[in-house]
Nanobody
Framework: QAQIEESGGGSVQPGGSLTLSCVAS????????MGWYRQGPGKERDLVAT?????LANYRDSVKGRFTISRDRQMLTLQMNSLKPEDTAVYFC?????????WGQGIQVTVSA
C-alpha cells in the first residue's frame, strides 16, 4: 500500500530546533519532487520547501536561512532551526511522481515559550 509516514514533530521554545522526517513506502516509485507544506490555525496550507530530483531546493522566504530540506532515496528531511512562534502549524510531507501526489497525515509543530 502506497503511503507516507512522518515523524519528528513536537513542541519547542522559540529559538529551538526540530527535525521532521518522512518516508515513502517502496511501492511509491519515480518520485520527482519532495516537499514540506504547513497549515497554521485558521490558515491555508502553504509551501515550506521543496527539493527536486536533482537536489535543487526551493524555500518560502520566511524560512530561508533557518530551514534545510534534504532527500535520500525514499526519505525526506526538514531541519528547522531558530524556530519562531509563527512556525507553529501542522506540517505535511508531499511526494510527487509524474502521475500523482502523495500526502502524509500531517505532524504538529508547536513553538511557544
Amino acid at each position: 500500500q502506497a503511503q507516507i509516514e512522518e515523524s519528528g514533530g513536537g513542541s519547542v521554545q522559540p529559538g529551538g530546533s526540530l527535525t521532521l522526517s518522512c518516508v515513502a513506502s517502496r511501492s511509491i516509485t519515480g518520485i520527482l519532487v519532495m516537499g514540506w507544506y504547513r497549515q497554521g490555525p485558521g490558515k491555508e496550507r502553504d509551501l515550506v520547501a521543496t527539493v527536486a530530483l536533482n537536489n535543487l531546493a526551493n524555500y518560502r522566504d520566511s524560512v530561508k536561512g533557518r530551514f534545510t530540506i534534504s532527500r535520500d532515496r525514499q526519505m525526506l528531511t526538514l531541519q528547522m532551526n531558530s524556530l519562531k512562534p509563527e512556525d507553529t502549524a501542522v506540517y505535511f510531507c508531499k511526494m510527487s511522481t509524474r502521475d500523482r501526489h502523495y500526502w502524509g497525515q500531517g505532524i504538529q509543530v508547536t513553538v511557544s515559550a
